[in-house]
Every structure is written in C-alpha cells, then in structure tokens.
C-alpha cells in the first residue's frame, strides 16, 4: 500500500487537514500523535478524539471531513490518494476486515465518550480517560506497560471530556496524592494502583 502512498511530516499544531476540506485522501500515523476536533457554531471547540500510531485518519463516507486533524506532537503521516486506497481495499478483503475492526473501535469509542459526558462525574471521567489510552497504547504496542503516554495538554483532555482545564489538573493531583497515579512528566504517567483506577472510572466507593 505504501507504493502508492507518500509520507508527511508535521510539526506541533500542524493540521493535517480542516474540517470543511475535500476527503481526497487517507491516512495512517506512522508516528506522533493527532488531535481531532470539530469547531460548533458559536466557535467553541470539541475534541472528539486522539489518533495514535498505526491508526487510520479520514476515512469519511461524506466528501469532506467533518473535523479537523492537528499534530500533538512531531508527526509522520502516510498519505493515500482516496481513489487509489479504496481500489487497494476491494483487492485485498484482509485489509477490509481492519477496516471494519476500525469502524467498531470508533463506534465503542463514541459510545464511551457519549457515556462519560452524560452520566459521569469528573473524577470517573479522567479516571475512565487514563484507563481507556492505556488500552489503545497496549493494542499498539503489543506489550503489557503499567504506563501511560499522554501526548496531548490538559485541556485537549478537558475539551475531550467535558471539564475545564483546571478541573482536569486538579484531579491528576488528586490521584498522585493518593497514589493512584505517579507523574513522571506532564506527557507520561504510571499507575500504580490500577484496580483503585478502575473503581474510580466505574464510581464504586466500597
């Protein structure tokens, strides 16, 4: 797939396509990170979600994209001309099957965003987050890790899940006073209890 493919690179903040643009190609992070985001109507921004290494990008079943995609982070992009990758697709039904896989993980994902901005408290909904990217980044990386990589700032976590970024701060001080988690830097945590993470995410007390 990559003969027909080019790579891009992007700097912080570099947006690799606007919402509104023409769906003309597809992409695959190679490596870094992408923030996704779609702005409302009084110009308040929504972050819908995170692409990670090795995840697709802009597959759209609409003309154009519907959000904006910037790096988090420096970022290598492979960029597949849109025509191109869907006759790849149809020649190659494994690659179809992925794709599928990709359509659910996005479909749970929203799902779960869906529940966390209605029904969970702000502690669940950070403590739900660290839980949800720790899986993503061991799916990518195959190796079980009791870290965590947190590529964007603390208010695209914010405008991810509903909260200011003051709230977002202060609960990671929360969970490092209480052990839960440990900052190595603002990018990278260690959970050093998981299952009191979970019965935070999940809103147990007992």
Known sequence: MRA???????????PLFHQGDDADFVYTVASGSLRLYRLM????????GFSLPGEFVG??????HEVTAEALEPSRIWCFPRA???????????LKDSLLDVARQDLEAAQQQFMVLGRKTAMERVASFILYLHERFQRITGHPTD?????MSRADIADYLGLTKETVSRIFGQLRNSRV??????????????????????????
Do not use: K, W, Y
Not at 59 to 64: H, K
Not at 84 to 94: G, H, I, K, T, Y
């Open 59 to 64: 597959i759209s079943v609409d003309q154009r």
């Open 181 to 206: 988690i440990r900052l190595e830097t603002l990018s990278c945590i260690q959970m050093l209890n998981r299952a009191a993470l979970e019965v935070l995410a999940d809103g147990e007390t007992g």
């Open 147 to 151: 870290h965590v990589t947190l590529p």
């Open 4 to 14: 027909f493919g080019s790579l891009r690179e992007l700097n912080v903040d570099n």
């Open 41 to 48: 109507f009084d110009g308040r921004r929504q972050v819908i």
């Open 84 to 94: 191109r990758f869907d006759e790849f697709v149809l020649a190659n039904p494994s």
